[in-house]
């Protein structure tokens, strides 16, 4: 289980690009979900499989030309990728995906939690997680409308994304799910995203409960 830690660094969507945000959602949002079934898995019966758990920073980095020119910063070429990256965003999951914490280190498959506890969220079967874990996206999907979250979690596929799970499926060689907010039909991850209004008041307390029952009830599932 993963998410993103950090918070983009500046709100270079908002009209002061400059201007710090909480990152109630875009970060802090899938930490919480896994702290609180880190807690649940600690307390209750242990489930059948081993379960680890990890939390990335430097996700939402990334930068182009026209931001980093508004927030003051210059131009990207005047910081040029450290050797052995692909990208500014996904830092630590590229350096992750390369380095495992552990020589050898696999895992059956993993799931990405990203922006996970806004009001009115909609998840829908992502492509990367369609491509490299078809199987696994699609038993998530099937028990969370099994636990009646099926306008929650949308039965439909939807363009890839870059997200930490791409990296740990394409370098890391371990298939990963992103759950993550996103509207297809707008082609954004919300009014909110990278904005100062990703604060509390955007959060849900239903959505975070609900993709955590969903997440324990997958872990439960397998033998």
Known sequence: ?????????????????????????????????????????????????????IFFDGEDWGHDTETWEKIGKGKPANFPLPPGLDSWWCLGSQHWSKNKH????????????????????????????????PAVTNKIWKTASQLGYSSLFVNREVAGITD??????????????????????????G????????????ISPETLEAVGRVLLAVIYSEE
């Not at 802090?28 to 896994?34: F, Q, T």
């Not at 552990?102 to 009115?120: F, R, T």
């Not at 791409?166 to 509207?183: L, Q």
């Not at 009014?191 to 955007?202: A, P």
């Open 191 to 202: 009014d909110y995203h990278h904005r100062t209004k990703d604060n509390l008041e955007l």
């Open 102 to 133: 552990k020589p050898n280190y696999s895992a059956y498959y993993g799931i990405l939690l990203d922006m996970v506890g806004a009001k009115n969220s909609h998840f829908f079967k992502e492509g990367v997680s369609m491509q490299y874990a």
């Open 164 to 189: 930490d799970h791409k990296y740990v499926n394409e370098i890391g060689k371990i298939p990963m799910v992103d759950i993550v907010h996103y509207h297809p039909a707008l082609g954004f991850f």
């Open 1 to 53: 289980l993963a998410a993103h830690w950090d918070t983009r660094p500046f709100a270079d969507k908002d009209e002061n690009p400059a201007a710090k945000f909480d990152g109630a959602n875009d970060g802090a949002s899938g930490v919480a979900v896994l702290l609180e079934i880190a807690r649940a898995l600690q307390a209750g019966q242990p489930p059948a499989v081993g379960v680890d758990i």
